[in-house]
């Protein structure tokens, strides 16, 4: 079954300030590149089986039903919920950062 995948605007937003901050903060382009190859492996993946993907870690989130998928070989971590045949991708953080209040 293949699902249909929506990136919110937050979500988009997000990325594009994980992404200028490893280009002109951390001047890391590698990182940022690999940030998006490994991004595009993960949507893959949602569009394919989002449920191979866990629950979220807090109680909280995975109360409300949002998955967590991480960014293979990377501290980056995509918050999803699935509805019917549909994946939105709600927010991609850094691990270290307390995300549970940002979705």
Not at 16 to 23: A, M, R, W
Not at 40 to 50: G, M, Q, W
Not at 83 to 90: E, L, M, R, Y
Request: proline share 3%.
């Amino acid at each position: 079954m293949a699902y249909k995948l929506i990136i919110t605007e937050h979500a988009d937003d997000l990325l594009d300030n994980l992404i200028y901050h490893l280009l002109y903060r951390l001047k890391n382009e590698q990182a940022a590149r690999h940030l998006l190859d490994g991004l595009e492996n993960v949507y893959e993946r949602l569009e394919n089986n989002p449920l191979q993907f866990p629950l979220s870690k807090d109680a909280y989130l995975a109360g409300k039903g949002y998955h967590e998928a991480i960014v293979p070989q990377m501290k980056y971590v995509v918050i999803f919920s699935i509805k019917a045949d549909v994946v939105n991708v709600v927010g991609i953080f850094h691990q270290l950062e307390n995300y549970q209040r940002k979705v």
